[in-house]
């Protein structure tokens, strides 16, 4: 209505506070697309479809307690031409990466959990040659999309992943001044391959999101993003705070402090199209989401939290997904546990 979103439930189940929770999140929002199907945001499925009842049945049940992992990240393989600096996964110099088999598993084991959302991650999954035959895989339970630092990224690539049944392309984006970004990624020439990978999946027919680490240091660029995303017909801007994990370990300096949550959040709040989902304005809502509806797969087959969060529960090669979600119940529901001191644990 009048170019926004507007959600109304009813039924016993409305009343949920869980419920009430995930409709207010949506209420009055700004949608990603329009067409034969609404796309809420590029990480929800359509409306309708299966993967979306899905999910509606999988937020019913985390209000009666039981957990899902509602999304799960598979990082294909470590290579990667960038060196980014806020890396919550940098390469091991081993070289690991999944096979297509081994891939194939991870997913059907998390389908079979109630996985609405795969994500394909790396590394740089663009520079994995079978990665149309990863989202083929996936099927009509969920839906697949991909990050990309925008290296390897072709309009031939997006096509094929497009056929293959890719929903949205994640362009990560660390700065809106070149210079600023390739100094972020180690790596000159590195916005000018974001850019060519978010024109490509737009041309390709792509949903197309951009993807924002929030550190004190970009803060000041926020409506330079929106409007970038803009100019480049981005379906979707995605606020996600740095975590100081990886090569940002004890990088506690960067992390957003509440003033810089309030003008992230006044920022967002008076934000047209393209719609903006603030991570930290979702945490605000539900707490952390790891471990109780994120879920991360590394290349070596050990299982996450999330992906900022690489303290292994388990290892997928060993024994059942399953097994290992069902140790993870202690993880999320506050603050994140990668924004606490350096030295806590979970």
């Not at 940098?90 to 297509?100: H, N």
């Not at 926020?222 to 990886?246: I, N, S, Y």
């Not at 990088?251 to 934000?271: S, T």
Request: hydrophobic share 40%; aromatic share 8%; with cysteine.
């Amino acid at each position: 209505m009048d170019g926004r979103i507007s959600v109304r439930a009813s039924g016993l189940l409305s009343h949920l506070p869980s419920a009430k929770s995930s409709l207010k999140m949506l209420d009055c929002q700004v949608p990603a697309h329009v067409g034969e199907q609404l796309y809420l945001s590029t990480w929800l499925p359509p409306v309708p479809s299966r993967a979306f009842d899905r999910l509606a049945a999988s937020r019913m049940r985390a209000g009666l307690g039981w957990r899902t992992p509602d999304q799960i990240t598979i990082s294909i393989l470590e290579d990667c031409p960038n060196r980014c600096l806020h890396c919550a996964l940098p390469d091991s110099g081993r070289g690991l990466r999944l096979s297509p088999t081994q891939v194939q598993v991870i997913v059907d084991q998390a389908l079979d959990m109630g996985t609405t959302l795969v994500i394909f991650d790396g590394g740089e999954p663009s520079l994995y040659d079978d990665l149309p035959t990863l989202v083929r895989g996936v099927g009509d339970r969920a839906i697949s999309t991909m990050f990309t630092s925008g290296a390897g990224f072709s309009l031939e690539l997006a096509c094929r992943l497009k056929e293959a049944g890719l929903q949205a392309v994640n362009v990560s984006l660390d700065s809106p001044i070149p210079q600023e970004h390739d100094a972020m990624r180690g790596r000159k020439g590195a916005f000018a391959d974001a850019m060519s990978a978010a024109e490509s999946a737009i041309s390709a027919g792509l949903l197309l999101n951009i993807y924002v680490v929030v550190r004190r240091e970009n803060l000041r660029h926020l409506a330079a993003f929106h409007a970038l995303a803009a100019r480049q017909g981005a379906h979707e801007l995605t606020f996600f705070e740095v975590v100081p994990t990886g090569r940002f370990y004890g990088a506690v300096h960067e992390v957003l402090q509440p003033e810089d949550h309030d003008e992230l959040h006044r920022f967002v709040a008076g934000a047209g199209a393209p719609r903006i989902f603030s991570v930290p304005e979702a945490y605000r809502h539900f707490g952390c989401f790891a471990g109780r509806t994120w879920l991360h797969v590394a290349p070596d087959g050990d299982v996450y939290p999330c992906a900022c969060l690489p303290n292994s529960f388990g290892n997928v090669f060993y024994e059942p997904l399953a097994d290992i979600w069902k140790r993870m119940g202690r993880v999320g529901g506050g603050i994140c546990p990668g924004r606490k001191a350096p030295d806590s644990s979970f």
